[in-house]
């Protein structure tokens, strides 16, 4: 059964609440005050551990940022695969996209002239349908992962997109080197700056490079190691970041 209780901020973290609508829910804030913002969006399986390593990472980037991880599955997290498979299939991805709006507005309001949206996996996903349903969005890096076509069309993007893909990703129509190719297709056609880079030899999720991160990857058979494609991937994400948002 999946844990429901909050996950515990680790030390650099501000836990605040964003309220959109009628519902309220929790994310996690570090870094500087009044720097650019950027979001970071959770993989399927919720705000853990690995998602908080990025968005600490982006915190400390030059000259540097203030992220903000909005907690999509309201503190469930997806313990093991399965898990976390039946949290993404049960995620109201309309309302995840409204969550991130509200996440984008409250940056703004709270001292980030620009902000920028980045994601993993289902969190790739829903930073290029950010790119194209969050009008208040200033830049856009997704990590292995491209919005069904009825949430988002990415032929209507309208703020530039980074995308990163790993060569033998095989989650198919979702992250693989076919998905990746018809997103760069798509961008084309939308007239917006964007990037798309595939990592050889790279399978999915090849950023997550924390010891437990490598570990889980693994149980799920996925024994590629590549800290070169993990440090090119943070350079481009740092170079596309501050071109749009500084």
Not at 79 to 108: G, P, T, Y
Not at 163 to 179: C, K, P, R, V
Not at 203 to 212: G, I, K, P, R, T
Not at 216 to 239: I, T
């Amino acid at each position: 059964m999946a844990d429901s209780r909050t996950p515990a901020a680790p030390g650099p973290f501000l836990k605040v609440q964003i309220q959109r609508d009628d519902t309220t829910f929790d994310a996690y804030v570090a870094g500087k005050e009044n720097a650019p913002g950027i979001i970071v969006l959770q993989e399927w399986w919720g705000v853990d551990f690995e998602i908080k390593n990025h968005a600490s990472h982006i915190a400390q980037m030059n000259p540097g940022y203030r992220t903000l991880i909005p907690d999509l599955y309201r503190g469930k997290l997806g313990l093991d695969a399965a898990e976390a498979q039946h949290l993404m299939e049960c995620l109201d991805w309309q309302s995840a996209v409204k969550d991130i709006r509200a996440s984008v507005n409250w940056l703004k309001s709270t001292g980030s002239s620009k902000v920028g949206v980045t994601g993993f996996c289902m969190g790739g996903a829903l930073s290029i349908a950010a790119a194209v349903l969050v009008p208040e969005v200033d830049a856009v890096v997704g990590f292995y992962g491209v919005p069904s076509p009825e949430l988002a069309d990415p032929s209507s993007a309208k703020a530039p997109v980074q995308a990163h893909f790993g060569e033998l990703d095989n989650y198919i129509g979702f992250s693989d080197i076919t998905a990746a190719k018809a997103l760069e297709e798509k961008l084309k056609s939308s007239g917006v700056p964007h990037e798309v880079y595939v990592y050889p030899g790279c399978m999915h999720a090849f950023m997550n490079a924390s010891v437990d991160g490598i570990k889980r990857r693994k149980e799920m058979g996925m024994d590629d190691e590549d800290p070169a494609a993990v440090e090119l991937a943070w350079s481009r994400f740092a170079s596309w970041m501050a071109r749009h948002l500084l």
